[in-house]
C-alpha cells in the first residue's frame, strides 16, 4: 500500500478526473491538498480519500510544504507528491527537495517549466530546436530580432498551452508590441525564430531514462494559427500507424531531449515541427499529462484508462505499454463573438454522416459563455481503425458545425 498525496488548487472537472484515478487505485491511500473545499467532490470520491487539507494558495510551496507535512502524519508517512498542472511543476519539486520525497526535483522541473532555460540545455545538447534569445528590455528584443530575423514568436517563458503567444512579422509589429507591453527585469518574453511545417506533438513515458512508450500526433492546422485566428475549429488527429521512419528523428531527439533536462520517470507531452525540408525541431515539452483531451484521446487509442495509467506511473513508478488499436481525433468547437452561445449549427448533418465514429462528444448550448480559451465551446472525439477515415470525419466536423454567438456580452 502506497500513500500519496495530490495538490490541486481547483477542483475543476478535468482536474478531478485525474484525483479520481489515483484515489481509486487499489492499492493507494490517497491525500488531497486543495484551495476548494472537499464537500464540492462527489460523495465516491471524497469516501475514497484518506485525507484532505485545504489552504488558501495551492500554488505556494511553503502552504503545499505545511499542508504536507500533517498529511505525512495523519498517513504515517508520504511515499509520492503529484500534480498534473504546469504551474505546480516547480513548486511540487521544491517540496519533494525540501521534505526527501521521491520524483522529480526543483531544477530539474525548471527546466521544463522555464522555456529559455530549455531550449538553452537543447542547445547545449544538439537538440534541434528554434534559434531564441530571453528579453528583459525594448533594447534586448531588439537586438534579438535582428540577431534571429523575422518572423519571430513571442511567449512568456513559463507558459502553458501556447497561451499569450503571438507572431512579431516585422519591425512595425515588434515597435507596436514594445509600445503597448514592454518586457522588464520582472516580466522577460522568450522571442524565438519561427518554424514553419506541420506540427505534432510527442507524448512518452520513461522510466529510469529509457523510452518505454511513446504517441504521436498532428495538428490541423497549428497551434498558433489557431491563436491568431478566433475563429478557426481545430482538431487534433492521432494516426494508428506511428511505427514509420518518419518519425524515427522525433523518437531519437526527443529521447535525448528529455534525458538532456533530467527526467528520470514520468509522462511528457512535447511539441515539435516537421520542416519542409524533412528535419525537425523541437518546439517545448511539459512534464505532465497533456490538456486540451489529449489524456482521454490517448485512452480510446488505446483501448485504457490513460488517467489511472499517469496516476499508477507517478505513485509506483510502473507502466505497461498498451497496443495502439485505433485512429483516434478530436474537433475543437469555437464560436464567432464574444457572447453567449445562440444555436449550434450542423450537427444533424454531422450525427447522420459521422454518428458511428464518435465516441465522446461534450457539445455547446444554448446559453453558454464563451471559454476564452483556444479549446473552444466544446468538442467531438472520432475513432475508428483506419487512419484516413478519422481525418476525414475530423475535417468534416470543422467544416460543418458552426457555434453562433451574440456579437458582445
Not at 526527443?254 to 524533412?278: D, I, K, V
Not at 499517469?310 to 507502466?319: D, S, V
Not at 483506419?386 to 458545425?401: C, I, K, N, P, Y
Amino acid at each position: 500500500m502506497a500513500n500519496a498525496v495530490f495538490v490541486a488548487p481547483f477542483l475543476l472537472p478535468a482536474t478531478v478526473r485525474f484525483i479520481a484515478a489515483a484515489a481509486l487505485l487499489p492499492d493507494v491511500r490517497l491525500g488531497l491538498i486543495s484551495q476548494d473545499p472537499e464537500d464540492t467532490l462527489r460523495d465516491d470520491l471524497r469516501a475514497a480519500l484518506a485525507g484532505h487539507y485545504r489552504v488558501h494558495d495551492g500554488t505556494d510551496a511553503q502552504q503545499i510544504a505545511d499542508a504536507t507535512r500533517v498529511m505525512t502524519r495523519h498517513l504515517g508517512g508520504i511515499d509520492c507528491l503529484l500534480g498534473m498542472l504546469e504551474q505546480l511543476q516547480v513548486p511540487l519539486g521544491e517540496v519533494r527537495d525540501a521534505l526527501g520525497i521521491p520524483g522529480m526535483g526543483a531544477e530539474v522541473a525548471r527546466n521544463f517549466r522555464d522555456k529559455a532555460r530549455m531550449k538553452t540545455v537543447f542547445e547545449a545538447n544538439g537538440v534541434p530546436c528554434a534559434g531564441h534569445r530571453l528579453v528583459h528590455s525594448p533594447g534586448e528584443a531588439r537586438s534579438a530580432a535582428t540577431a534571429l530575423g523575422y518572423p519571430l514568436v513571442a511567449k512568456p517563458p513559463a507558459g502553458a498551452g501556447a497561451r499569450s503567444t503571438f507572431r512579431i512579422d516585422g519591425d512595425s509589429q515588434l515597435e507596436a508590441w514594445l509600445a503597448a507591453d514592454p518586457p522588464d527585469e520582472l516580466n522577460p518574453v522568450l522571442l524565438e525564430q519561427m518554424v514553419s511545417g506541420a506540427e505534432h506533438s510527442f507524448d512518452s513515458v520513461l522510466i529510469d531514462g529509457e523510452l518505454v512508450w511513446h504517441s504521436i500526433s498532428r495538428y490541423l492546422p497549428t497551434p498558433l494559427e489557431v491563436l491568431e485566428n478566433p475563429w478557426i475549429q481545430w482538431a487534433v488527429l492521432l494516426p494508428r500507424d506511428i511505427a514509420g521512419a518518419e518519425f524515427d528523428p522525433i523518437r531519437a531527439d526527443g529521447l535525448r531531449g528529455l534525458r538532456a533536462l533530467g527526467l528520470r520517470t514520468g509522462l511528457t507531452h512535447m511539441e515539435w515541427f516537421r520542416r519542409p525540408n524533412g528535419d525537425i525541431a523541437i518546439s517545448e515539452v511539459a512534464a505532465r499529462p497533456p490538456g486540451a483531451q489529449f489524456t482521454s484521446l490517448l485512452s480510446y487509442a488505446h483501448d485504457i484508462d490513460m488517467y489511472a495509467a499517469w496516476a499508477r506511473l507517478e505513485i509506483f513508478g510502473e507502466f505497461v505499454p498498451p497496443e495502439r488499436r485505433y485512429a483516434v481525433g478530436a474537433a475543437y468547437l469555437r464560436g464567432q463573438g464574444n457572447g453567449p452561445v445562440v444555436a449550434i449549427h450542423g450537427l444533424d448533418t454531422l450525427q447522420r454522416e459521422l454518428g458511428a465514429l464518435v465516441v465522446e462528444a461534450q457539445l455547446p448550448h444554448e446559453g453558454q459563455s464563451a471559454s476564452g480559451t483556444y479549446e473552444g465551446e466544446g468538442h467531438v472525439i472520432l475513432r475508428h481503425p483506419e487512419t484516413a477515415v478519422v481525418e476525414a470525419g475530423l475535417r468534416r466536423v470543422v467544416q460543418v458545425a458552426r457555434v453562433e454567438m451574440r456579437d458582445g456580452p
